[in-house]
């Protein structure tokens, strides 16, 4: 049995079942001036510290052939599935739907909408559109994980205590074993990313793991990678 150091104690990886990377809404939205993020009223700047560690994990995940879903947070151009709550919400001078900086405000196809071109999704890799906070909500995920037999995920992406945090709580009241990548997450504030890492290992690891992109590698390269002997595609 491979285990990767971690808190609150060691999170082993699978022998026959398979472990996926899922990144959350690197999206330009959330990431840079002119979006939903900025709109909000955040310094979107703060969430660029993650973009190279995020990377080399990507590409470790890629190395191995792992499957790597990415998500974006954006609705339909008519808002037929954004509920008016979520509109309304925040109470700013913009918001969804509205034009921003970098096209209509967290709508699917808009500029603003694409992932950052350092993350963006390589061909074989899923991209999976979401209306809600958590990726399982109104999306197929769940039915693609279960297809590809997986039941391990490392989760990272933005921000800690919204998306991230609410997608690895679906994720774990359906069963899956979650990761949170310490250093390949990011909020907009501080506090609160410590806070969610803190919470979600407490308990016993109440909600799942933590720990750091290196600390993940180093399990990986030492991982008989199941995927990898059943000769899938790197
Ligand atoms: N506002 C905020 O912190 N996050 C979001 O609205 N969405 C995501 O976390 N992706």
């Keep these: 049995m491979t285990s990767i150091t971690a808190q609150p104690y060691e999170y082993e990886l699978p022998e026959s079942s398979q472990l996926a990377l899922i ?19 955040n310094d979107v700047q703060r969430l660029q510290a993650i973009v190279p560690t ?17 998500t974006v947070e954006g609705h339909q151009p008519d808002l037929s599935d954004c509920p008016p709550a979520k509109r309304l919400r925040g109470r700013g001078s913009l918001t969804i739907g509205d034009q921003g900086g970098m096209g ?30 958590g990726a399982f909500y109104n999306t197929n995920l769940e039915a693609l994980l279960k297809a590809q037999n997986i039941t391990h995920l490392l989760i990272t992406g933005v921000t800690t205590e919204v998306c991230v945090q609410t997608t690895m709580r679906e994720a774990n009241d359906r069963g899956y074993e979650c990761l949170m990548v310490e250093d ?4 907009y ?3 609160f990313k ?28 030492q991982w008989k ?4 002997a059943a000769g899938s595609p790197s």
């Design 23 to 41: 990144v959350i809404d690197m999206q330009r939205d959330f990431m840079e001036p002119g979006g939903f993020g900025d709109a909000l009223g």
């Design 54 to 70: 995020l990377k080399q994990l990507l590409e470790g995940c890629r190395a191995l052939g792992l499957p790597i879903f990415h």
């Design 104 to 133: 209509r405000i967290l709508i699917l196809g808009e500029p603003g909408n694409s992932i950052i071109p350092e993350l963006a999704p390589l061909p074989g890799e899923t991209l999976i559109p979401k209306p809600g906070k």
């Design 184 to 187: 390949a997450t990011e909020s």
């Design 189 to 191: 504030f501080p506090e």
């Design 194 to 221: 410590q806070a969610t890492l803190e919470m979600v290992r407490a308990q016993g690891g109440i909600v799942g793991w933590t720990a750091t992109t290196e600390q993940i590698l180093q399990g990986l390269n």
């Design 225 to 228: 990678c199941p995927q990898v």
